[in-house]
């Protein structure tokens, strides 16, 4: 597992703002952070400064910096009230593989897209692995735990209102762990790096996602070998066909519970 050591203190996750009326609310933070491989700079995202060890390694994972996290030596969080920078080490092994892809791509992410800055579209239909040759399969009564437990466990979205959740349930829909973000990638990448940092197994649970299912969040899933996803909102056409590829069960919420969509 990565040394994981922090430098300085990262803004808070959110702040206190006022309306015209003077009526007080929260609002959640975004902030750059900035991902560092060996002294390579490699991309800029814009998050919420939580969990931060978490989405270093998720990020690292599901971009195929690395393909597991001892692949990392040590992840060093330089933060500061303009942001939070990852110095992160990485085995040599890994250098050639990365220098190839970041002359390929070169990333300044919104929250609101997991794919800013390519340079090759050809990247979008790259084959994704299928994670299984059945299907999982993920009852009616397990989805509908897991919704329903996930809004008490989120306390930034509580505060706020306003942030997306990525979940991991287990097969009888008991949510074991949460991560909150404004960007919907980004949760999901911090719940799959801690994931990946407790060793758990990809079979036995399913992704829960507070938001739409959307081609991103389909292939970092099928990256890191999740079976199912359930989503709140429709998927798009392309999640459709990307999960169809990877054989990845895809659930959408619908007026009477989830319907199985791909």
């Given at each position: 597992?990565?040394?994981?050591?922090?430098?300085?203190?990262?803004?808070?996750?959110?702040?206190?703002?006022?309306?015209?009326?003077?009526?007080?609310?929260?609002?959640p933070e975004e902030t750059p952070v900035a991902f560092v491989y060996n002294g390579r700079n490699y991309a800029v995202m814009l998050a919420t400064p939580l969990d931060l060890a978490d989405f270093?390694?998720?990020?690292?994972?599901?971009?195929?910096?690395?393909?597991?996290?001892?692949?990392?030596?040590?992840?060093?969080?330089h933060a500061s009230e303009r942001g939070v920078e990852f110095r992160i080490g990485i085995e040599a092994a890994r250098l050639e593989r990365f220098d190839v892809r970041q002359q390929r791509r070169n990333i300044v992410g919104r929250t609101g897209c997991g794919?800013?800055?390519?340079?090759?579209?050809?990247?979008?239909?790259?084959?994704?692995?299928?994670v299984a040759e059945e299907k999982q399969k993920v009852g009616a009564a397990a989805l509908a735990?897991?919704?329903?437990?996930?809004p008490s466990r989120q306390p930034l979205n509580e505060r706020t209102r306003t942030v997306h959740a990525a979940a991991w349930a287990g097969l009888d829909g008991a949510v074991r762990l949460v991560r909150e973000d404004v960007g919907r990638h980004n949760a999901l990448d911090k719940l799959l790096g801690a994931l990946a940092l407790a060793g758990a197994d990809m079979r036995d649970g399913f992704v829960l996602m507070s938001s739409r299912c959307s081609y991103e969040i389909v292939e970092k899933a099928a990256r890191r070998g999740v079976r199912a996803v359930a989503a709140i909102s429709a998927p798009t056409a392309f999640a459709l066909r990307k999960a169809r590829e990877a054989n990845i069960a895809l659930y959408a919420r619908a007026a009477d519970g989830f319907v199985e969509v791909a």
């Open positions: 597992m990565p040394i994981v050591r922090s430098f300085g203190e990262p803004p808070p996750a959110d702040s206190a703002a006022r309306l015209d009326d003077g009526a007080a609310w929260r609002v270093a390694v998720g990020f690292s994972l599901t971009e195929r910096v690395v393909d597991a996290p001892d692949e990392i030596a040590a992840i060093d969080i794919v800013c800055g390519l340079e090759n579209a050809e990247t979008f239909f790259e084959t994704l692995p299928r735990r897991a919704l329903n437990e996930l």
